[in-house]
């Protein structure tokens, strides 16, 4: 357990919410209404997908523009989910070593982490932006995994998607789903190690070691 990285939103941060408005604005900035029916898609489907169905091939471009400036924006205001930042503190009191592996683009992320205090913890940091394929690929866990110089069968993957659980079993890491942000349901992941609904749960387990 001395290795372990953290997907961000969702896992880490609250930030759903945040993204969801800021969908809202680029739809409306672009003439179209974002309706709640589109959450679980737009948090489970590519984002260039995603928007080429319902803005138009055209306002790729300006809607990604816009969401970087928006992410930008609420990445100074997103916080952890309670109790995670005393977990992660534990954590590294026992000596373990931290990454964020993420989707988002790296810009944002490195904010986020600042603003909301979990850059202390965070030894790398490894976003959408850095590598050539996100999620479900593992290329961004792989490097991760270079630059602590560890094996596989050291380092614990945090993450509240199955493009998370199944990046980290293709290469033999151990996959914790991280259920407790409730935007979709999931009683029972069957591929991950380990599973928790609440944050709570997660730092008693991790306190465990």
Not at 148 to 153: E, R
Request: aromatic residues 12%.
């Amino acid at each position: 357990m001395k290795h372990w990285v953290f997907d961000l939103d969702g896992t880490l941060v609250d930030s759903f919410n945040h993204y969801f408005i800021a969908l809202d604005e680029i739809f409306t900035a672009h003439g179209k209404k974002f309706s709640p029916k589109y959450h679980h898609a737009v948090l489970t489907q590519p984002l260039q997908q995603f928007f080429e169905k319902h803005l138009g091939e055209k306002s790729v471009k300006s809607a990604f523009e816009l969401l970087q400036s928006t992410s930008n924006r609420d990445a100074k205001t997103i916080r952890p989910f309670t109790g995670l930042t005393e977990t992660l503190t534990h954590l590294k009191s026992k000596g373990a070593r931290m990454a964020v592996w993420t989707n988002r683009d790296l810009v944002s992320a490195k904010l986020m982490l600042k603003h909301s205090g979990l850059d202390q913890f965070t030894e790398i940091c490894v976003s959408g932006t850095c590598v050539k394929e996100r999620k479900p690929n593992p290329e961004g866990l792989l490097r991760i995994m270079k630059e602590f110089g560890c094996k596989s069968d050291t380092v614990t993957m945090v993450g509240d998607h199955e493009h998370d659980v199944s990046a980290a079993k293709s290469v033999g890491v151990r996959a914790v789903r991280a259920s407790w942000h409730g935007y979709w349901k999931m009683d029972r992941c069957s591929y991950a190690d380990h599973q928790f609904h609440r944050t709570e749960e997660f730092s008693t387990w991790v306190k465990g070691f």
